[in-house]
């Protein structure tokens, strides 16, 4: 596999993005880095330039982060984030974290936000993370399986028998009406368990035109009911590092405030 000519940032970074509902289209709207201040963990949060569009289709400044030009500090994980976490007091939080794949004992906030993507069903908020670049020079992302509410009842049931490390295809669903670049998820008996996220799909397309070989997705865990369908599938995509990729580096991903720390591209 190539190795990337430039390694990306390791800094721990969440975006956020935006899904507009009436079109379906996610937006990536914002940025929070974690970074060390001494001993303790400082964040910051600012706009990205991805705002614009989305600001056409309704989105309007988060109340806390009214404006879009300003760059937020605070030395605790903001309250927006913070809420997205389940209680570690709860008694269901140990499986909660472990559906992600996760150790309960050591996962920290930002890892499970990266996992969970944060989501809830009282808004149109998902988070995710940089993907990482391994040892070998490959680029390895977790992810939870999009779209398994639109599938139909066989393909419900094929989840229910899907094995831990069990291969998965990338396949083009060509004729989605609600995304014309949308990857579906296809097992080898070629029955569709779900897309891949919205967020992937540049990196996805990239990976698929800039390797010798296909992206291989396989299934890290299964998450039964009664989890939640949008925990149900855990997944580990893993591809090469082509010369010159960037991921989440576009000027979609530019910060609108000149202050906000630079990540590397």
Request: proline share 8%.
């Amino acid at each position: 596999m190539n190795h990337a000519s430039v390694i990306p940032s390791t800094r721990p970074v969440l975006f956020v993005a935006w899904q507009d509902q009436r079109t379906k289209r996610y937006f990536s709207v914002g940025r929070l880095l974690r970074f060390a201040n001494g001993n303790a963990p400082r964040y910051e949060f600012c706009y990205l330039r991805d705002v614009e569009k989305a600001k056409q289709s309704g989105f309007t400044p988060f109340p806390a982060f009214p404006r879009l030009d300003e760059v937020y500090h605070s030395h605790e994980l903001f309250p927006l984030f913070e809420n997205r976490l389940m209680p570690r007091s709860r008694p269901d939080f140990k499986e909660f974290v472990e559906r992600l794949g996760l150790n309960s004992d050591k996962a920290d906030d930002f890892e499970i936000l990266a996992r969970s993507g944060g989501r809830r069903s009282t808004d149109s908020i998902e988070l995710y993370p940089l993907p990482n670049l391994d040892h070998d020079g490959c680029y390895i992302t977790y992810f939870l399986i999009h779209g398994i509410q639109y599938i139909s009842a066989n393909s419900i049931e094929r989840i229910l028998r899907l094995e831990n490390d069990e291969r998965l295809r990338l396949q083009w669903d060509m004729d989605n009406a609600a995304d014309p670049l949308a990857l579906s998820l296809r097992t080898e008996d070629r029955i569709v368990v779900g897309y891949l996220p919205r967020y992937l799909l540049d990196d996805a397309w990239q990976l698929l035109s800039g390797c010798e070989y296909r992206p291989t997705i396989r299934v890290v865990q299964i998450n039964t009911p009664p989890a939640p369908i949008q925990q149900r599938v855990l997944c580990r995509m893993e591809a090469c590092w082509p010369d010159n990729f960037r991921p989440y580096c576009s000027t979609a991903y530019e910060p609108l405030a000149k202050s906000a720390i630079q990540l590397e591209c």
